[in-house]
């Protein structure tokens, strides 16, 4: 029986097969043949995917290359291909337990170190002052590295002002250029300000056309911290990969719904870090730079708000 996740990949797929601009795309890529999954060759340049700066100076690749749910070979597999094509930033997270794969990804790669931008995530079990230096070096063993890019408090549950001390520490230290923070309401985010010597770099939560999180936009703007997006294609739910309203705007661009998606998120100044397991999709996530959304297609865009996440498991 297909998983639900499964079904989302295979609507997607359909979709981009019968997508105008899928097929121009290919059109314009003369060695992909008749079929856009023969784009093995296929390399955009990491230097054209423009950065964002975080309150440290830190510069972030604006898109990068999410690793939820990946395991094993496919998540190993994933990586050094979405290295190949031309991504710099890795999201993955203590709880996803990929975190050997994703570093033997990266190593598969033959890139150097310096030139990517990793991020991992402190899970709840882990919280506390001592506990989560643990946790920290038992990430960086598992993915091989002396340093990350970005470390970040994944729920805020638990000791989470304890852990920020210590990763206060570790960051004067050098060991991480960059401490955030993900799923943090702006109270959450006020709580942790009680005690925190060091401002958040980053918030990351869930967002997406159904979920745009509109207050806690306004919020980290006002505070200067970067907004980060999971699931910047709701996983393919609510049909996001299908909806009309995307598909119209998608169809003047010669673009998909994933790449108009992507698009707004860019032009909102939002970081998104959308997985996939399949080449053609990793390069077509990444083809967002040559084209720009109208003001009235963002507000066309926000109009499909629903203001309820579409992952209620979580929440």
Request: hydrophobic share 40%; proline share 3%; glycine share 6%.
């Amino acid at each position: 029986m297909e998983t639900k996740s499964q079904q989302n990949q295979i609507k997607r797929r359909n979709f981009l097969q019968r997508s105008a601009g899928f097929a121009a795309s290919a059109i314009l890529l003369p060695f992909l043949g008749n079929s856009a999954y023969s784009a093995a060759n296929y390399i955009i340049d990491s230097s054209s995917i423009p950065t964002v700066k975080l309150n440290n100076g830190l510069l972030m690749p604006t898109l990068g290359f999410g690793t939820y749910s990946l395991r094993d070979n496919i998540c190993k597999r994933s990586v050094a291909e979405a290295i190949s094509v031309g991504y710099r930033l890795f999201d993955t997270a203590s709880r996803y337990g990929n975190e050997t794969f994703v570093g033997s990804g990266i190593k598969d790669s033959g890139i150097k170190r310096n030139e990517l931008f990793i991020t991992s995530k402190l899970w709840v079990d882990d919280s506390g002052y001592e506990k989560t230096k643990i946790a920290f070096e038992t990430s960086l063993k598992k993915l091989d590295t002396n340093y990350l890019d970005l470390y970040l408090i994944h729920r805020p549950r638990g000791d989470f002002k304890g852990s920020w001390r210590m990763m206060e520490e570790l960051y004067k230290e050098g060991k991480i250029k960059a401490i955030g923070v993900s799923n943090f309401t702006p109270a959450q985010y006020e709580d942790l300000m009680l005690v925190a010597k060091i401002k958040p770099a980053i918030n990351q939560i869930e967002t997406h056309a159904f979920f745009q999180e509109i207050d806690s936009y306004g919020y980290l703007k006002k505070k200067g911290v970067q907004m980060e997006a999971w699931a910047p294609f709701a996983e393919g739910r609510n049909e996001l990969f299908t909806n009309e309203t995307l598909a119209s705007i998608g169809k003047k661009y010669n673009k998909s719904n994933a790449q108009v998606s992507l698009r707004w998120h860019y032009q909102r100044g939002i970081v998104a870090i959308p997985r996939t397991v399949q080449r053609a999709h990793m390069i077509e996530n990444l083809k967002i730079y040559d084209f720009k959304l109208s003001d009235a297609e963002m507000k066309v865009i926000s109009a499909l708000d629903l203001n309820v996440s579409q992952f209620p498991e979580w929440t």
